[in-house]
């Protein structure tokens, strides 16, 4: 943050700069905020029927009290997200690496490795799947779903011993060691104090559909052309205290609470699906604070500073980020400062139909369904509940009347009513089950409902009774899933692709050598002594690891995500090829000499899209080579040998009838003459 703006934002005051962008922001976030509460009932709504959750009326009291139980609602809705979420998982997982790169040249090939190591090590260290788990559960709740990236640098202390600067003893004793040849003295060492990277890289976090803000005015599908986007959650007033200490915030101490009708109104849009009733008012407690973040394109010379100087120099729009607290104190102005120029929010959704901003959910395509089967469900339990219930008709006059009021067991007549009969006293009312039928309706409207969403009973693990053969199960199971994968390649290309792209970036301009070197230097040999890269095909060239060098030189893309990887493929191509050529006497030469190809190389790429980590580890050292040798050139000699003692023929070729052939050495085991016994 420039010190200039620093220093407007530490008064204790509002400046005039101050109160300028502190409109310009909010105003935005309330454009937003406005067309972003109308689906608030909505999602609180699909968020109760997915967790089976629903409100007691006065029925449920009433049946609680006689032992009964509530109604209920089916959970057919959370059996179908669960679904969907399985096969999106399994569809994106189903290969070793979330992201593979594809170079556009052949220089690229070695970079597009490096770059996959490195994605696959921040995703890791972002716990990648319970990310992708709850990006794709709201998805099938809210249909939109968020995800925020950004560049952290973490440190932590760790004690390391180093030796101790020698005294001016010291060098004296050292130097007299040397006159009189006498063995030198170890160094002193000692314990010190010592901060180091702990994780360098992209930071990935799940943002709730409910505190997200994008332009209103554009369609979600095209939210990157948008004016601005932003979002807003509860953090300490400690942490941004630590914010401010880091040089990242500025006047956090100023910071005013919520009170009155703000309180309500923004506390509102922070509540999480739970009974109005019940919601916890958790920004009462001082410590507590609204941080609202907006990422807006505005021109910097239009901002006047209170010296009278522009906030930037640029007279067109640039993106900036703005960080304004309890919606009364901005505690950060700066530029982004990102080389992709995006918003840092990767949004996606479940149909994304640029003719609506936020387009239905499963929950949302099916609610209907959902409440008409649990209607039924819920008025059959209604009435096998009167049903059980002992409905009598009794005639006081025979009967002890409080007998059948207190439900005791015995039911006692009255004297001299015996002779008459019980049933004119007491007779039960017969009671039909007019709700039997509506089990039968249940089962044909989960068929809708699966049809509606092709998550059918074979994706969830479930067969129909009667039979089937396996062909018609094989083509069911895929015509649904070809739906599903549709779906999941229309997140891949609007969500995943993107925030790839903008990840690799990041590291491309953040990265340092040090931690480059950390996360791939040993898994790649490309790595000469840590300290350089070698150029493919050229290893006299070398170029210094730097932003600069691994932004301008190397290019790739990401592969489909949802199709299965190609690696086996690409390898069962090359081994085919090896084949070929090593069946050919001639093979080796035509490979080398006229096609020009080294087939130590291919080897290893061979175990590389096998999945072998490490093939160097398999390569010969100079030691065991000189071995091979030895036992090659004693092969020889006896070969040799034995041809002089046949008198000049070769083995093989037929000698006089009764003439010896020395049986040959096998090949496995002249490679293996060379090991210990």
Not at 61 to 80: F, R
Not at 231 to 241: F, G, P, Y
């Amino acid at each position: 943050m420039d010190d200039r703006i620093r220093a407007e934002l530490s008064m204790e005051k509002p400046t005039l700069f101050h109160t300028k962008i502190l409109e310009h922001a909010k105003g935005l976030i309330d454009l937003s905020r406005t067309e972003m509460e109308s689906y608030y009932d909505r999602w609180d709504m699909a968020d109760l029927v997915y967790r089976g959750e629903r409100y007691r009326d006065e029925d449920d009291k009433k049946a609680c009290q006689s032992g009964a139980p509530d109604k209920i609602v089916l959970p057919l809705t959370y059996a179908q997200i669960q679904t969907f979420i399985a096969f999106a998982m399994n569809l994106l997982q189903q290969r070793e690496l979330f992201y593979e790169l594809e170079g556009t040249g052949e220089e690229d090939h070695r970079a597009a490795k490096l770059a996959e190591a490195l994605l696959d090590e921040n995703l890791t260290f972002n716990q990648w799947t319970q990310i992708l788990y709850q990006f794709f559960l709201d998805l099938g709740r809210f249909s939109i779903a968020i995800v925020q990236h950004g560049w952290i640098h973490k440190t932590e202390t760790i004690w390391k011993e180093q030796p101790v600067a020698p005294s001016f003893v010291d060098n004296a004793r050292a130097m007299l060691g040397t006159v009189f040849s006498t063995a030198p003295v170890a160094p002193k060492m000692e314990q010190v104090k010592t901060v180091q990277t702990a994780y360098k890289g992209n930071e990935l976090i799940s943002i709730s559909p409910y505190k997200f803000f994008p332009d209103p005015r554009f369609p979600l599908t095209r939210y990157q052309e948008g004016e601005f986007c932003g979002s807003e959650d509860e953090v300490s007033r400690s942490s941004l205290k630590q914010g401010q200490a880091d040089d990242l915030y500025a006047g956090v101490d100023f910071i005013q609470e919520i009170k009155g009708p703000d309180h309500e109104r923004i506390h509102r849009r922070t509540r999480q699906n739970t009974d109005p009733g019940q919601r916890t008012n958790t920004t009462n407690v001082k410590a507590t604070i609204i941080r609202t973040t907006i990422q807006i394109e505005l021109i910097p010379s239009e901002f006047m500073l209170g010296d009278g100087t522009p906030m930037g120099t640029g007279t067109e729009p640039e993106k900036w980020v703005v960080v304004y607290a309890n919606d009364n104190r901005v505690i950060r102005c700066e530029p982004m400062g990102y080389d992709h120029n995006h918003y840092t929010y990767s949004v996606a959704q479940f149909s994304p139909d640029q003719h609506g901003f936020i387009n239905e959910s499963i929950t949302e395509m099916i609610s209907h369904l959902q409440a008409v089967i649990d209607w039924f469900i819920n008025s059959h339990i209604t009435n096998v509940r009167k049903h059980i219930s002992n409905r009598l008709v009794v005639d006081p006059q025979g009967i002890y009347y409080e007998d059948v009021r207190d439900h005791k067991p015995v039911i006692r007549l009255k004297p001299n009513v015996s002779q008459m009969g019980v049933d004119r006293f007491v007779k039960q009312l017969n009671v039909s089950d007019v709700t039997r039928g509506h089990i039968g309706d249940v089962e044909v409207l989960m068929k809708f409902v699966s049809m509606t969403t092709a998550i059918s009973d074979n994706l969830m693990g479930q067969y129909h009774s009667g039979r089937r053969s396996a062909r018609e199960a094989s083509n069911t199971s895929a015509a649904s899933g070809t739906r599903l994968r549709t779906i999941v390649k229309l997140i891949f290309d609007t969500c995943f692709r993107n925030l790839g792209k903008d990840m690799i970036s990041n590291l491309r301009d953040g990265l340092d050598e040090d931690t480059f070197v950390t996360i791939t230097g040993t898994d790649y040999p490309d790595w000469d002594a840590y300290n350089a890269f070698k150029v493919p095909n050229s290893n006299a060239q070398k170029i210094p690891v730097n932003r600069t060098t691994i932004a301008g030189r190397y290019d790739f893309k990401l592969f489909e995500g949802t199709l299965p990887s190609e690696k086996f493929a690409q390898a069962e191509t090359l081994e085919q090829t090896l084949l070929a050529l090593m069946k050919n006497p001639d093979g080796l030469t035509i490979l080398t000499n006229m096609l020009g190809y080294d087939p130590a190389k291919l080897f290893t790429e061979v175990l590389t899209l096998r999945g072998i980590k490490h093939p160097d580890r398999f390569k010969i050292d100079q030691f065991r080579q000189q071995q091979l040798m030895q036992a090659q050139q004693q092969q020889q000699l006896a070969q040799q040998n034995a041809t002089n003692t046949n008198g000049g023929t070769s083995p093989g070729t037929g000698g006089g009838q009764g003439s010896p052939v020395p049986q040959q050495q096998s090949s496995f085991s002249s490679l293996t003459s060379g090991l210990p016994r």
